[in-house]
């Protein structure tokens, strides 16, 4: 199946249904998804997006001899607890025997990925959406997979400090789509930053429905704040929250105040003070 995502070729679907498991799931894109493709007749999605289901059948499908990059389940997750081991060794093999592909494979149930080994042309990583699951990062470093790699998207606070040896690729990006969350620029830089000066690969997909300040966005909405609060942009709105949790003014600026506007995921676009960046794991190039 082809796929509107960024960083890969297509999406290979062994499993379906899923359930909400941290902050990145609240305004889940697959189940919005699924609802679609069940309402579409589709007989793989014929069923509550609760029910977690293993379509072993899918475990044939070839991808043809043109070397490609998928993403397998993203209408899933593939450590689901509803997922046996057994259904994982033969998801690891399939990918084994559809060499050259590469094959990546992201999780937010990071606890399962230790114990399995990993074909070469597997790409593992971990959602790393909020600092309080940076542990994620630790168990994917314990794997053996070639490319290891964090996405953090929709990324939904400040990782603070990143020690990202061993990881091969960082994407970030914002949250699309319906009740979409604003991410606050601050956040994004300071991740840049730190792949600069440990020499990882930089990927950012999109800023997602809302953009910040610095992108250009002419009719401001709302303030955020380093902490994620956000404040209507109002010098009423500014005044109320400083007097509410008495900050100085000098407090309030170290909160970052930055300019946020809701103007849809196209128009936001993907990039960062005049610059996009598209980078992969070097062990991707001449693989």
């Known amino acids: 199946m082809g796929t509107k995502i960024?960083?890969?070729?297509?999406?290979?679907?062994?499993?379906?249904?899923?359930?909400?498991?941290?902050?990145?799931?609240?305004?889940?894109?697959?189940?919005?998804?699924?609802?679609?493709?069940?309402?579409?007749?589709?007989?793989?999605?014929?069923?509550?997006?609760?029910?977690?289901?293993?379509?072993?059948?899918?475990?044939?499908?070839?991808?043809?001899?043109?070397?490609?990059?998928?993403?397998?389940?993203?209408?899933?997750?593939?450590?689901?607890?509803?997922?046996?081991?057994?259904?994982?060794?033969?998801?690891?093999?399939?990918?084994?025997?559809?060499?050259?592909?590469?094959?990546?494979?992201?999780?937010?149930?990071?606890?399962?990925?230790?114990?399995?080994?990993?074909?070469d042309n597997v790409w593992l990583g971990v959602t790393v959406e909020h600092p309080k699951y940076k542990k994620r990062i630790d168990y994917l470093k314990e794997t053996d997979a070639k490319v290891k790699f964090l996405s953090c998207e929709p990324l939904l606070g400040d990782l603070g400090e990143l020690d990202l040896t061993g990881i091969d690729w960082v994407i970030v990006g914002g949250e699309s789509g319906p009740n979409a969350r604003p991410m606050h620029a601050e956040w994004i830089y300071n991740i840049l930053h730190q792949c600069n000066e440990q020499k990882v690969p930089f990927f950012f997909k999109q800023w997602g429905e809302w953009m910040d300040g610095s992108c250009g966005c002419k009719n401001p909405e709302r303030i955020m704040l380093l902490n994620g609060d956000l404040i209507d942009y109002t010098k009423e709105a500014i005044d109320e929250y400083i007097k509410y949790f008495h900050l100085?003014?000098?407090?309030?600026?170290?909160?970052?105040?930055?300019?946020?506007?809701?103007?849809?995921k196209k128009k936001a676009g993907s990039m960062i003070n005049g610059e996009q960046y598209k980078e992969y794991p070097r062990r991707f190039y001449g693989q």
């Open 248 to 264: 100085t003014g000098s407090d309030y600026q170290r909160l970052k105040p930055r300019v946020v506007s809701k103007v849809g």
């Open 6 to 119: 960024e960083w890969t070729n297509a999406t290979w679907n062994i499993i379906t249904g899923c359930d909400k498991y941290s902050e990145g799931c609240t305004n889940c894109y697959a189940e919005r998804m699924h609802k679609r493709l069940r309402a579409m007749g589709q007989e793989k999605y014929n069923h509550d997006f609760r029910f977690v289901y293993f379509h072993e059948e899918e475990l044939k499908r070839t991808f043809g001899k043109q070397k490609k990059m998928v993403f397998v389940n993203s209408m899933s997750d593939t450590f689901h607890k509803h997922i046996d081991d057994d259904a994982i060794y033969k998801i690891l093999q399939a990918c084994y025997d559809n060499k050259p592909h590469i094959f990546q494979i992201l999780t937010k149930r990071a606890e399962r990925v230790v114990y399995f080994n990993y074909p």
